[in-house]
């Protein structure tokens, strides 16, 4: 008698956290070989072969290669000649921005109120904390898209992973702040309004987090 197929594992948060930290990790590998190579004319052989993306290398890596690089330039024709299409996509997309989630919406004000204060202070732009503020800011907006753009919930695993990396983000860039203070005179005011945006985001995702830990408790029984 055949044994019975087991059940697909569900990927808890601590799954997807050890997944994206090995695509982390290859991100920067890529990033580090395409900066070296960027002029050599072998240049994706090279990064193919440093990568382990050995099917990149024979016959058929090299006609996907064309293929991509085919699609590539269709579309970007495309783009360039329908105009009506772009107006169309920019009318949907404002029609969706209606429906994100209210906490990716704090997070991206928060990164645009960032770039207007550093527009109007100069002495801003290049201070390591204000620019390690604003940086953590776009990567917590970043981390919470990712987290909240999947309306069915269908891994919760990884919307939690998400989120832990978007609190990390926001953590760092409250440190920042700190350090920001201490520095460079903005006035209490700013920087109350500062906190109160860096505190309600970090807030929001804890809560957002327990309630997502809850309903995989809920689906699954263990955590």
């Not at 204000?130 to 953590?136: D, G, H």
Request: one cysteine or more; hydrophobic letters at 40%.
């Amino acid at each position: 008698m055949a044994d019975d197929p087991q059940p697909e594992k569900i990927w808890d948060e601590y799954d997807w956290e050890r997944f994206l930290q090995q695509q982390d990790r290859k991100t920067e590998r890529y990033m580090e070989l395409l900066e070296k190579y960027i002029d050599h004319p072998d240049r994706d052989q090279i990064i193919a072969r440093e990568m382990g993306w050995t099917h990149l290398l024979n016959e058929d890596g090299e006609r996907w290669a064309e293929e991509v690089e085919e699609m590539f330039e269709e579309e970007m024709n495309d783009l360039a000649s329908d105009d009506d299409d772009e107006e169309e996509e920019a009318e949907a997309e404002e029609e969706e921005d209606y429906e994100v989630h209210p906490l990716y919406q704090a997070a991206f004000a928060l990164t645009v109120w960032l770039d207007q204060l550093f527009d109007e202070r100069e002495d801003l732009q290049n201070h390591p904390a204000a620019v390690k503020l604003s940086t953590q800011a776009a990567i917590c907006s970043a981390k919470l898209a990712a987290a909240l753009s999947d309306d069915d919930i269908d891994e919760i695993g990884m919307t939690i992973a998400y989120l832990k990396r978007a609190l990390k983000a926001i953590t760092t860039a409250m440190d920042a702040a700190l350090h920001l203070r201490r520095d460079v005179p903005l006035g209490e005011e700013r920087y109350g309004v500062l906190n109160q945006r860096l505190f309600q985001i970090r807030d929001a995702i804890i809560d957002l987090m327990g309630a997502y830990r809850a309903e995989f408790r809920r689906r699954y029984g263990t955590f």
